[in-house]
């Protein structure tokens, strides 16, 4: 979030662009003869951008000369190729693309169904999150479902981590969810609760139960 927020700022915005296009690396000279700016203001969305690990720093010497005499390296930037990406309410996009395009993969190699394949894939998915976090709670917050009480002892999701796929490709994406949260659980090693479906009170086609109230 710190890392698009500050490219709210215009003119960080426009050298970001700047490094981000140029076929080689900018130094602070080339920056502000292009943009028409102080080399002091240059320098300092520069030094901000880098902060936040959307450019990168790299030294080297420019021109023909080598050796000693030959001049102090250049430092010089470049676009980091990490993706940085945000969204409010939180979307996991890449998680389902990720799950479908491995499931598709599974089917190939062993000729498997691809509904089945999807399954298996969420499931393993889910329970390696959920061994990871240890907490079905903590997973749940941690991949953006928004978890909220029930009042009752169960748990609603105030969001869909899916939600634009889940409108276009219901039953894909639900029985995706299920199998995902259904490994969750398992990897957890939760014995206290179920998963109930919820297309009432939720965004989320699913809900905890306490178990054995589902």
Do not use: W
């Not at 080339?30 to 720093?57: N, Q, Y």
């Not at 023909?64 to 676009?79: C, I, M, Q």
């Amino acid at each position: 979030m710190r890392a698009v927020a500050s490219l709210g700022d215009p003119v960080r915005k426009r050298l970001f662009q700047l490094v981000r296009d140029s076929a080689h690396a900018l130094s602070r000279d080339d920056c502000a003869a292009t943009l028409g700016l102080p080399r002091s203001t240059i320098r300092a969305h520069l030094d901000r951008l880098v902060e936040e690990k959307l450019l990168v720093v790299q030294f080297r010497k420019i021109g023909e000369r080598t050796g000693p005499g030959s001049g102090r390296p250049t430092k010089l930037y470049t676009a980091d190729q990490r993706e940085v990406s945000a969204s409010v309410p939180p979307r996991h996009y890449d998680l389902a693309a990720g799950l479908l395009a491995s499931a598709v993969q599974r089917s190939i190699d062993n000729g498997s169904d691809i509904a089945q394949s999807l399954a298996q894939v969420a499931f393993e998915e889910g329970h390696r999150r959920g061994a990871a976090a240890g907490n079905i709670h903590r997973l749940l917050a941690e991949t953006g479902y928004s978890p909220e009480p029930d009042g009752v002892g169960g748990t609603i999701m105030r969001n869909c981590p899916f939600d634009r796929l889940a409108k276009d490709h219901n039953q894909v994406v639900c029985s995706l969810n299920g199998a995902l949260l259904g490994g969750a659980l398992a990897g957890c090693a939760d014995a206290d609760h179920d998963l109930a479906p919820d297309a009432e009170v939720s965004h989320c086609c699913a809900r905890l139960v306490p178990k054995g109230k589902r």
